[in-house]
């Protein structure tokens, strides 16, 4: 059970470049998660998926794109890659028990540098 | 403007003395709260949780604590151990929302 996966584990990039980052879970969660971690800011979530076919943006959206491809793979793309964008990039996933628990499961995140 | 505030970016603490790390709210609106662990070059893993329908959660060396009138938690640690060393994030939600806000997190070192 290798819970959430995510690759590649670190990319360099020059501006106007584009990527993908990958992310699956096998534990049959219905959300899933992309947050970026910044020093000083903590996690802001991009871009969330609250089951396989939805998408929402969430605190810091621009330059990004995700695609939930089913129900355990959830990419998140940059389109046209900036240095503001440099960064370490966590995906998650989680499924909703009502009130019981908000837990979220983390990937080993991505560290992402554009030059 | 971040709703979860750690205003206490690292902690130096004892080996066997007790931690304490703080975390205040600003949205009256959360009702769930979370603390995260994260070690360098991982990803944060779920440490403890309490639902703002208690006031203190215990497990093991860990034990949260809930003001909602000051909207403010802690999270104790004791005894503190060398493998506590990490950065601890705390985190919020509430009903019928699956987001989690997070703060910017306090860095933990525990001195042998």
């Known amino acids: 059970n290798a819970g959430v996966t995510q690759t590649p584990k670190f990319q360099v990039l020059k501006t106007g470049q584009s990527m993908t980052l990958q992310c699956a879970q096998d534990m049959n969660h219905n959300s899933m998660y992309w947050y970026r971690q910044d020093p000083g800011m903590g996690l802001r979530l991009i871009y969330y998926?609250?089951?396989?076919?939805?998408?929402d943006k969430g605190e810091v959206p621009n330059g990004y794109n995700v695609s939930r491809l089913n129900k355990r793979e959830f990419s998140l793309r940059l389109e046209s890659a900036a240095p503001s964008q440099t960064s370490v990039y966590f995906c998650?996933?989680?499924?909703?028990?009502?009130?019981?628990?908000?837990?979220?499961?983390f990937g080993p995140g991505t560290r992402l540098t554009v030059t | 403007d971040q709703q979860v505030k750690q205003n206490s970016p690292s902690l130096s603490v004892q080996e066997g003395r007790i931690s304490i790390l703080n975390c205040d709210y600003t949205n009256s609106m959360f009702d769930y709260f979370l603390w995260y662990k994260k070690y360098p070059a991982e990803g944060p893993t779920f440490l403890i949780s309490i639902s703002s329908i208690k006031d203190k959660n215990e497990d093991g060396r860990f034990t949260v604590f809930l003001n909602k009138s000051a909207k403010h938690l802690s999270l104790h640690i004791v005894p503190s151990q060398p493998g506590d060393s990490a950065v601890y994030f705390c985190?919020?939600?509430?009903?019928?929302?699956?987001?989690?806000?997070f703060g910017a997190g306090t860095t933990v070192t525990v001195r042998a």
């Open positions: 998926s609250a089951s396989e076919g939805t998408t």
């Open positions: 985190a919020a939600s509430y009903s019928n929302d699956y987001k989690l806000s």
């Open positions: 998650a996933s989680s499924d909703i028990l009502g009130i019981v628990s908000y837990e979220q499961y």
